[in-house]
Protein backbone atom coordinates (compact mmCIF):
# COMPACT_ATOMS: atom_id res chain seq x y z
CA UNK A 1 0.00 0.00 0.00
CA UNK A 2 3.18 2.29 1.16
CA UNK A 3 4.44 2.13 -2.19
CA UNK A 4 1.44 3.27 -4.90
CA UNK A 5 1.03 6.23 -1.85
CA UNK A 6 4.47 7.24 -2.40
CA UNK A 7 4.60 7.31 -6.35
CA UNK A 8 1.60 9.56 -6.03
CA UNK A 9 3.16 11.80 -3.48
CA UNK A 10 6.36 12.17 -4.84
CA UNK A 11 4.93 12.85 -8.14
CA UNK A 12 2.41 15.62 -6.66
CA UNK A 13 5.85 17.10 -4.89
CA UNK A 14 7.95 17.50 -8.00
CA UNK A 15 4.74 18.87 -9.89
CA UNK A 16 4.83 21.57 -7.32
CA UNK A 17 8.72 22.18 -7.76
CA UNK A 18 7.91 22.32 -11.46
CA UNK A 19 5.43 25.14 -11.43
CA UNK A 20 7.40 27.19 -9.30
CA UNK A 21 10.61 26.72 -11.71
CA UNK A 22 8.27 27.56 -14.94
CA UNK A 23 6.83 30.64 -13.23
CA UNK A 24 10.88 31.26 -12.64
CA UNK A 25 11.76 31.35 -16.48
CA UNK A 26 8.35 33.68 -17.09
CA UNK A 27 10.29 36.83 -15.90
CA UNK A 28 8.27 39.82 -14.81
CA UNK A 29 6.29 39.37 -11.13
CA UNK A 30 5.44 35.87 -11.64
CA UNK A 31 7.62 34.20 -9.05
CA UNK A 32 7.66 36.94 -6.82
CA UNK A 33 3.27 37.25 -6.98
CA UNK A 34 3.94 33.27 -6.48
CA UNK A 35 6.61 33.27 -3.18
CA UNK A 36 4.66 36.47 -1.48
CA UNK A 37 1.12 33.97 -1.67
CA UNK A 38 3.01 31.24 -0.64
CA UNK A 39 1.35 32.14 3.42
CA UNK A 40 -1.97 31.84 2.18
CA UNK A 41 -1.49 28.85 -0.26
CA UNK A 42 -0.45 27.41 2.96
CA UNK A 43 -3.54 28.09 4.65
CA UNK A 44 -5.60 26.50 2.01
CA UNK A 45 -3.40 23.73 1.63
CA UNK A 46 -4.04 23.15 5.08
CA UNK A 47 -7.95 23.28 4.81
CA UNK A 48 -7.76 20.70 1.79
CA UNK A 49 -5.50 18.21 3.49
CA UNK A 50 -8.27 17.82 6.26
CA UNK A 51 -10.62 17.27 4.53
CA UNK A 52 -8.38 14.65 2.08
CA UNK A 53 -7.27 13.03 5.40
CA UNK A 54 -10.83 13.02 6.90
CA UNK A 55 -12.01 10.95 3.78
CA UNK A 56 -9.58 8.95 3.96
CA UNK A 57 -10.20 7.85 7.85
CA UNK A 58 -13.80 7.38 7.09
CA UNK A 59 -13.08 5.07 4.12
CA UNK A 60 -11.04 2.68 5.98
CA UNK A 61 -13.28 2.27 8.66
CA UNK A 62 -15.98 1.20 6.12
CA UNK A 63 -13.78 -1.16 4.15
CA UNK A 64 -13.17 -2.69 7.80
CA UNK A 65 -16.83 -2.72 8.44
CA UNK A 66 -17.63 -3.95 5.19
CA UNK A 67 -19.67 -1.16 3.95
CA UNK A 68 -18.76 0.12 0.69
CA UNK A 69 -21.90 2.28 0.03
CA UNK A 70 -20.87 4.60 2.65
CA UNK A 71 -17.61 5.90 1.44
CA UNK A 72 -19.35 7.68 -1.57
CA UNK A 73 -22.10 9.16 1.06
CA UNK A 74 -19.26 10.15 3.59
CA UNK A 75 -17.40 12.06 0.62
CA UNK A 76 -20.43 14.04 -0.34
CA UNK A 77 -21.56 14.55 2.88
CA UNK A 78 -17.77 16.44 3.36
CA UNK A 79 -18.22 18.23 0.08
CA UNK A 80 -21.12 19.81 1.07
CA UNK A 81 -19.22 20.68 3.91
CA UNK A 82 -16.41 21.75 2.09
CA UNK A 83 -18.78 24.37 0.00
CA UNK A 84 -20.09 26.15 2.66
CA UNK A 85 -16.48 26.55 4.74
CA UNK A 86 -14.42 27.14 1.47
CA UNK A 87 -16.73 29.60 -0.09
CA UNK A 88 -16.54 31.51 3.00
CA UNK A 89 -12.75 31.28 3.59
CA UNK A 90 -12.37 32.37 -0.39
CA UNK A 91 -14.90 35.16 0.65
CA UNK A 92 -13.14 36.66 2.98
CA UNK A 93 -10.00 36.13 1.34
CA UNK A 94 -11.43 38.14 -1.59
CA UNK A 95 -12.41 41.18 0.41
CA UNK A 96 -9.17 41.48 2.38
CA UNK A 97 -6.69 40.95 -0.59
CA UNK A 98 -5.86 44.75 -0.86
CA UNK A 99 -4.97 44.66 2.75
CA UNK A 100 -3.03 41.32 2.34
CA UNK A 101 -1.05 43.06 -0.49
CA UNK A 102 0.08 46.06 1.92
CA UNK A 103 0.75 43.40 5.02
CA UNK A 104 2.83 41.33 2.82
CA UNK A 105 4.41 44.87 1.67
CA UNK A 106 3.75 43.76 -2.09
CA UNK A 107 5.45 46.20 -4.34
CA UNK A 108 3.54 48.86 -6.43
CA UNK A 109 4.32 47.87 -9.84
CA UNK A 110 3.20 43.73 -8.82
CA UNK A 111 -0.12 45.14 -6.39
CA UNK A 112 -2.71 44.75 -8.84
CA UNK A 113 -1.16 41.35 -10.32
CA UNK A 114 -0.63 39.54 -6.61
CA UNK A 115 -4.60 40.89 -5.82
CA UNK A 116 -5.87 39.40 -8.91
CA UNK A 117 -3.63 36.25 -8.64
CA UNK A 118 -5.02 36.01 -4.61
CA UNK A 119 -8.72 36.20 -5.11
CA UNK A 120 -8.51 33.78 -8.67
CA UNK A 121 -6.32 30.91 -7.52
CA UNK A 122 -8.13 30.95 -3.70
CA UNK A 123 -11.68 30.77 -5.94
CA UNK A 124 -10.04 28.37 -8.31
CA UNK A 125 -8.86 26.22 -5.35
CA UNK A 126 -12.05 25.74 -4.25
CA UNK A 127 -12.68 22.74 -7.06
CA UNK A 128 -9.36 21.00 -6.29
CA UNK A 129 -11.84 19.04 -3.33
CA UNK A 130 -13.29 17.07 -6.37
CA UNK A 131 -10.05 15.14 -6.72
CA UNK A 132 -9.18 14.76 -3.24
CA UNK A 133 -11.98 12.97 -2.33
CA UNK A 134 -11.81 10.47 -4.86
CA UNK A 135 -8.56 9.97 -4.69
CA UNK A 136 -8.82 9.72 -0.58
CA UNK A 137 -12.01 7.60 -0.50
CA UNK A 138 -9.93 4.95 -2.94
CA UNK A 139 -7.06 4.98 -1.15
CA UNK A 140 -8.77 4.45 2.06
CA UNK A 141 -10.95 1.63 0.98
CA UNK A 142 -7.99 0.18 -0.49
CA UNK A 143 -7.48 0.78 -4.15
CA UNK A 144 -4.21 2.57 -3.66
CA UNK A 145 -3.22 1.82 -7.56
CA UNK A 146 -6.39 3.72 -8.35
CA UNK A 147 -5.69 6.65 -6.12
CA UNK A 148 -2.18 6.74 -7.36
CA UNK A 149 -2.93 6.76 -11.01
CA UNK A 150 -5.67 10.07 -10.73
CA UNK A 151 -3.13 11.71 -8.64
CA UNK A 152 -0.11 11.30 -11.02
CA UNK A 153 -2.73 12.40 -14.19
CA UNK A 154 -3.76 15.54 -12.05
CA UNK A 155 -0.58 16.38 -11.40
CA UNK A 156 1.10 15.82 -14.69
CA UNK A 157 -2.45 18.27 -16.30
CA UNK A 158 -2.02 20.64 -14.09
CA UNK A 159 1.61 20.76 -14.76
CA UNK A 160 1.63 21.03 -18.86
CA UNK A 161 -2.09 23.47 -18.45
CA UNK A 162 0.38 25.80 -17.02
CA UNK A 163 3.11 26.04 -18.95
CA UNK A 164 1.44 25.63 -21.82
CA UNK A 165 -0.98 29.02 -21.03
CA UNK A 166 1.55 30.55 -19.30
CA UNK A 167 4.53 30.06 -21.74
CA UNK A 168 2.12 29.19 -25.29
CA UNK A 169 -0.85 31.58 -24.88
CA UNK A 170 1.48 34.07 -22.82
CA UNK A 171 -0.67 34.50 -19.89
CA UNK A 172 2.29 34.51 -17.34
CA UNK A 173 1.22 33.94 -13.71
CA UNK A 174 -2.84 33.88 -14.62
CA UNK A 175 -2.01 30.47 -15.74
CA UNK A 176 -1.94 29.04 -12.49
CA UNK A 177 -5.68 29.02 -11.34
CA UNK A 178 -7.13 29.06 -14.60
CA UNK A 179 -4.72 25.61 -14.53
CA UNK A 180 -6.16 24.45 -10.88
CA UNK A 181 -10.09 25.09 -11.98
CA UNK A 182 -9.73 22.94 -14.97
CA UNK A 183 -7.58 19.87 -13.49
CA UNK A 184 -10.12 20.54 -10.32
CA UNK A 185 -12.97 19.60 -13.20
CA UNK A 186 -11.39 17.47 -15.26
CA UNK A 187 -9.88 15.26 -11.87
CA UNK A 188 -13.38 15.23 -10.13
CA UNK A 189 -14.75 13.58 -13.58
CA UNK A 190 -11.56 11.20 -13.99
CA UNK A 191 -12.40 10.43 -10.17
CA UNK A 192 -15.61 9.33 -10.41
CA UNK A 193 -14.71 7.75 -13.18
CA UNK A 194 -12.41 5.23 -11.38
CA UNK A 195 -14.87 5.14 -8.52
CA UNK A 196 -17.57 3.44 -11.18
CA UNK A 197 -15.32 0.54 -11.22
CA UNK A 198 -15.27 -0.37 -7.94
CA UNK A 199 -18.09 -1.52 -5.26
CA UNK A 200 -17.79 1.57 -3.76
CA UNK A 201 -20.15 3.24 -6.69
CA UNK A 202 -23.89 4.44 -5.95
CA UNK A 203 -25.15 7.12 -7.56
CA UNK A 204 -27.91 7.57 -4.94
CA UNK A 205 -25.44 8.24 -2.36
CA UNK A 206 -24.87 11.55 -3.86
CA UNK A 207 -28.37 13.47 -2.12
CA UNK A 208 -27.52 11.19 0.89
CA UNK A 209 -25.92 13.25 4.08
CA UNK A 210 -24.07 11.70 7.19
CA UNK A 211 -23.40 13.55 9.78
CA UNK A 212 -20.16 11.70 11.27
CA UNK A 213 -18.87 13.74 8.61
CA UNK A 214 -18.80 16.54 11.06
CA UNK A 215 -17.46 14.42 14.00
CA UNK A 216 -15.33 13.31 11.62
CA UNK A 217 -13.79 16.78 10.91
CA UNK A 218 -13.56 17.37 14.36
CA UNK A 219 -11.59 14.90 15.54
CA UNK A 220 -9.49 13.95 11.86
CA UNK A 221 -9.52 17.02 10.48
CA UNK A 222 -9.02 19.81 12.73
CA UNK A 223 -5.67 18.55 14.05
CA UNK A 224 -4.25 17.68 10.87
CA UNK A 225 -4.83 21.31 9.72
CA UNK A 226 -3.78 22.56 12.77
CA UNK A 227 -0.25 20.38 12.95
CA UNK A 228 0.02 21.92 9.44
CA UNK A 229 -0.08 25.85 10.32
CA UNK A 230 2.04 24.93 13.67
CA UNK A 231 4.89 23.59 11.02
CA UNK A 232 4.39 26.96 8.83
CA UNK A 233 4.63 28.62 12.02
CA UNK A 234 8.20 27.52 12.32
CA UNK A 235 9.22 27.64 8.91
CA UNK A 236 8.78 31.61 9.22
CA UNK A 237 10.30 30.97 12.99
CA UNK A 238 13.21 29.54 11.98
CA UNK A 239 13.86 31.92 8.80
CA UNK A 240 13.75 34.75 11.07
CA UNK A 241 17.05 33.13 13.47
CA UNK A 242 18.74 32.39 10.54
CA UNK A 243 18.31 35.68 8.82
CA UNK A 244 21.03 37.39 11.27
CA UNK A 245 23.58 34.92 9.11
CA UNK A 246 22.96 36.71 5.55
CA UNK A 247 21.00 35.59 2.49
CA UNK A 248 23.19 32.73 1.66
CA UNK A 249 22.41 31.26 4.55
CA UNK A 250 18.60 31.35 4.49
CA UNK A 251 19.05 30.39 0.90
CA UNK A 252 20.60 27.21 1.49
CA UNK A 253 18.55 26.07 4.47
CA UNK A 254 15.38 26.75 2.02
CA UNK A 255 16.79 24.76 -0.10
CA UNK A 256 17.98 21.60 1.86
CA UNK A 257 14.49 22.17 3.84
CA UNK A 258 12.75 21.23 0.23
CA UNK A 259 15.21 18.19 -0.44
CA UNK A 260 14.41 17.42 3.07
CA UNK A 261 10.56 16.94 2.59
CA UNK A 262 11.16 14.08 -0.21
CA UNK A 263 13.92 12.30 1.81
CA UNK A 264 11.06 12.37 5.00
CA UNK A 265 8.05 11.57 2.21
CA UNK A 266 8.71 7.79 2.84
CA UNK A 267 8.11 8.08 6.31
CA UNK A 268 4.94 10.16 6.54
CA UNK A 269 3.84 7.83 3.78
CA UNK A 270 4.50 4.47 5.90
CA UNK A 271 2.61 6.29 8.42
CA UNK A 272 -0.43 6.41 6.75
CA UNK A 273 -0.40 3.27 5.13
CA UNK A 274 -0.04 1.59 8.66
CA UNK A 275 -2.92 3.57 9.34
CA UNK A 276 -5.51 3.17 6.98
CA UNK A 277 -4.46 -0.48 8.07
CA UNK A 278 -5.51 -0.08 11.42
CA UNK A 279 -8.50 2.07 10.68
CA UNK A 280 -9.82 -0.85 8.46
CA UNK A 281 -9.30 -2.94 11.43
CA UNK A 282 -11.16 -0.51 13.99
CA UNK A 283 -14.26 -1.11 11.59
CA UNK A 284 -13.91 -4.52 11.17
CA UNK A 285 -13.58 -4.62 15.40
CA UNK A 286 -10.02 -6.75 15.08
CA UNK A 287 -9.03 -5.13 18.40
CA UNK A 288 -6.40 -7.59 18.38
CA UNK A 289 -3.91 -6.67 15.76
CA UNK A 290 -3.55 -2.91 16.38
CA UNK A 291 -0.60 -2.85 18.37
CA UNK A 292 1.24 -5.51 15.98
CA UNK A 293 0.53 -3.02 12.93
CA UNK A 294 1.83 0.00 14.53
CA UNK A 295 4.54 -2.18 15.66
CA UNK A 296 5.24 -3.49 11.78
CA UNK A 297 4.94 0.03 10.25
CA UNK A 298 7.84 1.32 12.75
CA UNK A 299 10.07 -1.37 11.46
CA UNK A 300 9.78 -1.35 8.04
CA UNK A 301 10.28 3.02 8.77
CA UNK A 302 13.19 2.00 11.20
CA UNK A 303 14.98 -0.02 8.36
CA UNK A 304 14.39 1.94 5.36
CA UNK A 305 15.85 5.12 7.10
CA UNK A 306 19.17 3.36 7.93
CA UNK A 307 19.75 3.26 4.17
CA UNK A 308 18.34 7.03 3.98
CA UNK A 309 20.05 8.14 6.69
CA UNK A 310 23.86 7.04 4.94
CA UNK A 311 23.00 7.90 1.87
CA UNK A 312 21.89 11.61 2.55
CA UNK A 313 25.04 11.58 4.43
CA UNK A 314 27.56 10.16 1.75
CA UNK A 315 26.08 12.20 -1.36
CA UNK A 316 25.22 15.36 0.67
CA UNK A 317 28.13 17.38 -1.59
CA UNK A 318 26.53 16.44 -5.07
CA UNK A 319 23.06 16.95 -3.65
CA UNK A 320 23.66 20.30 -2.54
CA UNK A 321 25.25 21.53 -5.35
CA UNK A 322 22.68 20.50 -7.35
CA UNK A 323 20.15 22.48 -5.54
CA UNK A 324 22.17 25.72 -6.60
CA UNK A 325 24.38 27.27 -9.10
CA UNK A 326 25.84 29.55 -6.06
CA UNK A 327 28.25 28.37 -4.36
CA UNK A 328 27.63 30.07 -0.83
CA UNK A 329 24.46 28.77 -1.14
CA UNK A 330 25.22 25.39 -1.79
CA UNK A 331 27.86 25.05 0.58
CA UNK A 332 24.98 26.00 3.29
CA UNK A 333 22.86 23.26 2.34
CA UNK A 334 25.70 20.70 2.23
CA UNK A 335 26.47 21.93 5.69
CA UNK A 336 22.73 21.26 6.85
CA UNK A 337 22.57 17.99 5.27
CA UNK A 338 26.56 16.83 6.23
CA UNK A 339 24.72 17.27 10.50
CA UNK A 340 21.45 16.11 10.30
CA UNK A 341 22.05 13.33 7.73
CA UNK A 342 22.11 10.60 10.53
CA UNK A 343 19.91 12.42 12.85
CA UNK A 344 17.53 10.91 10.17
CA UNK A 345 17.44 7.52 11.09
CA UNK A 346 15.27 8.89 14.22
CA UNK A 347 13.04 11.59 12.69
CA UNK A 348 11.50 9.22 9.66
CA UNK A 349 10.33 6.44 11.91
CA UNK A 350 9.21 9.71 14.48
CA UNK A 351 7.47 11.04 11.39
CA UNK A 352 5.68 7.83 10.90
CA UNK A 353 4.70 7.21 14.46
CA UNK A 354 3.11 11.03 14.12
CA UNK A 355 1.21 10.57 11.24
CA UNK A 356 -0.58 7.31 12.81
CA UNK A 357 -1.73 8.88 15.72
CA UNK A 358 -2.85 11.51 13.41
CA UNK A 359 -5.07 9.71 11.42
CA UNK A 360 -6.42 7.53 14.34
CA UNK A 361 -7.24 10.43 16.05
CA UNK A 362 -5.00 11.63 18.12
CA UNK A 363 -4.15 14.79 16.50
CA UNK A 364 -4.22 16.79 19.50
CA UNK A 365 -1.04 14.72 21.10
CA UNK A 366 0.17 15.06 17.26
CA UNK A 367 -0.14 18.84 18.08
CA UNK A 368 1.70 19.05 21.45
CA UNK A 369 4.34 17.13 20.54
CA UNK A 370 5.07 19.02 17.03
CA UNK A 371 4.93 22.35 19.30
CA UNK A 372 7.35 21.29 21.69
CA UNK A 373 9.69 19.69 19.00
CA UNK A 374 9.62 23.01 16.93
CA UNK A 375 9.46 25.50 19.85
CA UNK A 376 12.93 23.73 21.58
CA UNK A 377 14.17 23.81 18.26
CA UNK A 378 13.61 27.65 17.37
CA UNK A 379 14.32 28.29 21.08
CA UNK A 380 17.44 26.22 21.84
CA UNK A 381 18.80 26.86 18.52
CA UNK A 382 18.43 30.62 18.77
CA UNK A 383 20.14 30.66 22.30
CA UNK A 384 23.14 28.42 21.40
CA UNK A 385 23.47 28.94 17.96
CA UNK A 386 26.41 31.38 18.59
CA UNK A 387 27.74 29.39 21.64
CA UNK A 388 27.95 26.45 19.57
CA UNK A 389 29.69 27.83 16.24
CA UNK A 390 27.06 29.73 14.69
CA UNK A 391 24.95 28.19 11.86
CA UNK A 392 26.65 25.15 12.47
CA UNK A 393 25.44 25.11 15.68
CA UNK A 394 21.83 25.54 15.37
CA UNK A 395 22.17 23.07 12.87
CA UNK A 396 23.43 20.36 15.38
CA UNK A 397 20.70 21.75 17.37
CA UNK A 398 18.42 20.29 14.93
CA UNK A 399 20.31 17.18 14.79
CA UNK A 400 19.88 16.62 18.37
CA UNK A 401 16.12 17.36 18.96
CA UNK A 402 15.39 14.71 15.72
CA UNK A 403 17.67 12.33 17.90
CA UNK A 404 15.25 13.38 21.04
CA UNK A 405 11.82 12.63 19.40
CA UNK A 406 12.78 8.77 19.51
CA UNK A 407 10.64 8.84 21.88
CA UNK A 408 7.44 9.71 19.66
CA UNK A 409 7.07 5.78 18.69
CA UNK A 410 6.97 4.71 22.09
CA UNK A 411 4.18 6.76 22.61
CA UNK A 412 2.69 5.78 19.29
CA UNK A 413 2.62 2.43 20.75
CA UNK A 414 1.47 3.04 23.83
CA UNK A 415 -1.50 5.22 22.24
CA UNK A 416 -2.35 2.33 19.89
CA UNK A 417 -2.64 0.02 22.65
CA UNK A 418 -5.15 1.64 24.46
CA UNK A 419 -6.97 2.37 22.05
CA UNK A 420 -7.31 -1.52 21.45
CA UNK A 421 -7.85 -2.17 24.93
CA UNK A 422 -10.43 0.12 25.20
CA UNK A 423 -12.42 -1.30 21.83
CA UNK A 424 -11.74 -4.77 23.44
CA UNK A 425 -13.56 -3.69 26.40
Not at 13 to 18: E, P, R
Not at 253 to 261: G, I, M, P, R, V
Not at 282 to 294: F, L
Not at 381 to 405: D, K, Q, R, S, T
Request: charged fraction near 10%.
Amino acid sequence: MAIPIFAAEAVNFLAQLIVVAILGHMGGNAIYVRSVYQPVGLMMLALTVAFSVTNQVGAAISKGAVRPRDVMAYAVSLARIWLVCGTGFCAVLVVTAPWLADLFDVGSSARGTFVSFLRWTCLSGLMAIGPELCASGLRGYGHARRATVLVICTAVLQTGTVAWLGFGAGLGVAAVPIAQAATGIIGTVAGLAMLRGTALWHPPDLRSWQPEALSGLRRIGLPVAASLLVIAGYNFAVLGVLGRYGHEVVAGFSAASTLQNLVLLPGTVIGTATAIIINQQRGAHDWRHMADSVGRGLEISAGLYVLIAVMVWAFAHPMAHSLSSDSQVSASAQSYLGIVAFSFFFQGPVLTALTVMEQTGGGLRVIVLNAVYFGLIVVAGGLLAGPLGGVHGFYEVVAWCNVIGISVPFLAVRYVRQMSAAGLA
